[in-house]
């Protein structure tokens, strides 16, 4: 039964992975944000109320890499050639000083690394201030849906899987 159980739920979440590519392809958003949402999801061993608190971690790391990369094209403008990569190195420096010195903020330590996530999300993502939205917070958000939903129906199928094993 432990394995017949395993492969139900395994099947189930391959069901959910594939309609979030759907999804992903109908309204035209990154897959792999949506991926990263809901990984995001289980590593915070997340609730509706902690997902919020999660997707604002995230964005509070998107702003702080917003911030930086302004910092970063602006300071090369007045920086001496070939020191791009010392002014990138400073401004991480201070990226990454901000980032930890949030966990002094109470019941915000746990979000740190999402925080921290938000930031590598805005690097990698290439967004502009424009398209956050679009890019970033829709797919984002569908991601926390899926780790809800995932959650929501394992649980449910948990429960049921236990009745047919005592009848």
């Known amino acids: ?7 139900i739920h395994a099947l189930l979440v391959g069901l959910i992975a594939a309609f979030v590519i759907l999804v992903s392809g109908w309204l035209a958003v ?10 995001n999801y289980f590593l915070h061993a ?3 109320k902690k997902s919020f608190k999660m997707l604002l971690a995230f964005f509070v790391g998107i702003f702080i890499a917003l911030i930086g990369t302004y910092a970063i094209t602006y300071l090369n403008t007045i920086a001496p ?8 190195a400073f ?4 990226i990454a000083t901000i980032l930890i010195f949030l966990e002094i903020i109470e019941d915000w330590g746990e979000f740190v690394p999402a925080t921290f996530l938000g930031t590598v999300l805005f690097f990698a993502s290439g967004v502009s201030l424009k ?13 926390i849906f899926a780790g809800f939903t995932t959650l929501f129906s394992r649980e449910k199928l948990t429960i049921y899987l236990n009745k047919k094993q005592i009848k």
């Open 131 to 143: 398209s956050i939205v679009p890019e970033l917070l829709v797919p984002l958000l569908i991601g």
């Open 46 to 48: 997340c609730n509706m």
């Open 1 to 7: 039964m432990k394995y017949k159980n395993a492969l």
């Open 91 to 94: 401004i991480v420096f201070w």
């Open 30 to 39: 990154k897959a792999w944000v949506v991926f990263f949402g809901w990984a």
């Open 81 to 88: 050639t070939n020191y791009e990569l010392s002014v990138t």
